[in-house]
């Protein structure tokens, strides 16, 4: 059974930081890029964040960089979100997604292609 389980949200307040994590299992995680979306209350799920299977190419979107930094440790089968000088824009719920076909930018921008999975969310909330 494949299964990507996200955790790590919480209450933080501006300016803070978490780190978010997906654990991958039911499927060949190093072959895999992984990605982490996230949905804001009204908006649309946008991919901020996906890193390749070896881990050597990522790709941020720009209300991100130089704050979020994605890695990941196949031994374990999972990938980390660090989440630094968070900003209540960044409320929503974050999901991780993985896909052992499409390249970590194809990944962010599209979403999981059929052979990807999504895992649920975890809810980071972001106060001023």
């Known amino acids: 059974e494949v299964q990507l389980q996200a955790s790590g949200g919480g209450l933080v307040q501006s300016g803070g930081s978490l780190r978010l994590s997906c654990v991958g299992s039911?499927?060949?995680?190093?072959?895999?890029?992984v990605g982490w979306f996230r949905q804001a209350p009204g908006k649309e799920r946008e991919g901020i964040s996906c890193i390749s299977g070896g881990g050597s190419v990522t790709y941020y979107t720009d209300s991100v960089k130089g704050r979020f930094t994605i890695s990941r440790d196949n031994a374990d089968s999972t990938v980390y979100l660090q989440m630094s000088n968070l900003e209540p824009e960044d409320t929503a719920v974050y999901y991780c997604?993985?896909?052992?076909?499409?390249?970590?930018?194809?990944?962010?921008?599209?979403?999981?292609?059929?052979?990807?999975?999504w895992g649920q969310g975890t809810l980071v909330t972001v106060s001023s």
């Open positions: 997604a993985a896909d052992p076909q499409r390249i970590s930018l194809l990944l962010c921008e599209r979403g999981p292609s059929n052979l990807g999975f």
């Open positions: 039911g499927f060949t995680f190093d072959g895999s890029a």
